[in-house]
Nanobody, 125 residues
Framework: QVQAIESGGGLMQAGESLRLSCILS????????VGWFRQAPGKEREFLAA????????DYMGSVRGRFTISRDNAKNTVYLEIAKLTPEDTGTYYC??????????????????WGQGTQVTVSS
């Protein structure tokens, strides 16, 4: 079982950039697709981006494409999410989780496992 620990959140100003980190425990890290998700206050958790085990394939929710960048360092068991030009709408708790398969046609949160506690991002205008 691969378990995630997220970090890197904080109180930010609109227009700034931020890099979140997701460290996953467990063996065979490079076998797993990792996804980033966000839960805004009063809303359901939503998919943001995913990256395949090798890092060769990525998938983004349409509204964040071009402003969010997902990457991974398999030597460090870490996946990153860089967010450029933060807006107040980016406020929320950011989570990562993993699954074996990479499938851009299936972004359901229920297919991911090993959720962390999340890291809070608050963006002020």
């Amino acid at each position: 079982q691969v378990q995630a620990i997220e970090s890197g959140g904080g109180l930010m100003q609109a227009g700034e950039s931020l890099r979140l980190s997701c460290i996953l425990s467990g063996r065979a890290f490079s076998r797993y697709t990792v996804g980033w998700f966000r839960q805004a206050p009063g809303k359901e958790r939503e998919f943001l981006a995913a990256i395949s085990g090798s890092g060769e394939a990525t998938d983004y929710m349409g509204s964040v494409r071009g402003r969010f960048t997902i990457s991974r360092d398999n030597a460090k068991n870490t996946v990153y999410l860089e967010i450029a030009k933060l807006t107040p709408e980016d406020t929320g708790t950011y989570y990562c989780a993993s699954r074996v398969s990479f499938n851009s046609r299936d972004r359901r949160t229920s297919t991911f496992r090993g959720w962390g506690q999340g890291t809070q991002v608050t963006v002020s205008s």
